[in-house]
């Protein structure tokens, strides 16, 4: 008599492997990167390196070495955290404190839980947040872009940052605005001061509907964060115009466009239905708005990416995707 294998669900395999959908990753974020070293220079260029090879060997000696297993290299999940972790950093980080980073976002947010598709936080963002509680000199030292073969960097504030730090000083938003001479089309294209992989904003874009269109991402997280900085931040700006940032300056500064398509979306750390993502960006979205106006921080994407990280688990309970047509 034959016998009969009986294995666990699901006995319908797809074909898609996690390292094609991480090379999409990569792909999408090729404009993203390419950008920041056309305007930071050799400088990027060098965290960009560091990071990507710092969290490639720590994983395959974490893998290799402590845990016993065959490497995970191979999958690019390593090589992404690299790229979105220099992406968040300044392009004037020194190699060290990139490596530091990339330690604590493998070794501590991505392998102490058993790797890929096991951490509960989006490891790239624990590395930046770690970096900047820990090394504030070095994450605040923010760099006017010069190009490739630019002169010596400019030190100058981010438009968060000076936006906050006039408010404080007792200056109106349009007055701060028209101060630092900035301008929506310049955010659009080329954000003055900030982490390497807010330069660009189209850049981001186009990377984020190359996955939507390749299927590697649902936008529902992404617009749903977006749709909430925008809703909010409206309410705020039409109430005092005078104290709080307009939507579309909200939109178009700081992390939220690569936090909120890249980082929020990452398989792992968002919500399985579409539900609990909606409501998963909603969080996101609100969190950010309320860090930006009233706290000490002009930015708040990475904290309120991994506040909701750690609600997954809940929303996942509560919303359930249809099996088989059935609720």
Not at 36 to 48: D, K, N, T
Not at 142 to 160: C, K, M, N, R, Y
Not at 174 to 201: P, R
């Amino acid at each position: 008599m034959e016998k009969l294998i009986v294995s666990p669900s699901p006995h319908i395999h797809s074909k898609v492997r996690t390292k094609n959908l991480m090379l999409d990753v990569v792909i999408a974020l090729l404009p993203t990167v390419i950008v920041s070293v056309v305007f930071y220079g050799l400088g990027e260029l060098l965290v960009l390196a560091v990071s990507i090879l710092s969290c490639i060997l720590i994983e395959y000696l974490i893998t290799r070495y402590l845990l016993k297993k065959p490497s995970t290299i191979g999958d690019f999940s390593a090589a992404v955290t690299g790229i979105l972790l220099a992406l968040n950093l300044p392009s004037t980080t020194p190699w060290w404190v990139v490596f530091i980073g990339a330690v604590v976002a493998i070794g501590v947010a991505k392998m102490s839980f058993g790797g890929l598709g096991q951490n509960v936080f989006n490891p790239a963002l624990v590395g930046r947040v770690f970096l900047l509680i820990s090394f504030p000199k070095y994450m605040t030292r923010w760099e006017i872009p010069q190009g490739l073969f630019g002169a010596d960097a400019v030190s100058g504030a981010t438009p968060l940052g000076a936006i906050k730090e006039g408010l404080m000083q007792g200056g109106s938003v349009s007055d701060i605005m028209a101060q630092h001479g900035y301008s929506y089309s310049q955010m659009l294209f080329a954000n003055i001061g900030g982490s390497a992989g807010e330069a660009c904003a189209i850049a981001i874009l186009a990377g984020f509907i190359y996955l939507v269109v390749r299927k590697v991402i649902k936008p529902w997280i992404t617009l749903s964060i977006l749709g909430t900085v925008a809703g909010f931040s409206l309410i705020f700006w039409l109430a005092n115009p005078a104290q709080f940032t307009d939507p579309v300056f909200n939109l178009l500064t700081g992390g939220l466009l690569l936090g909120s398509c890249f980082m929020a979306t990452d398989y792992v750390t968002s919500p399985m239905s579409t539900k609990g993502g909606v409501i998963y960006g909603i969080g996101i979205g609100f969190l950010t708005l309320m860090i930006r106006y009233f706290g000490s921080y002009p930015e708040g994407m990475s904290f309120a990416i991994l506040i909701m990280n750690c609600t997954v688990p809940l929303l996942n309970n509560w919303f359930h995707q249809k099996k088989y047509g059935r609720a």
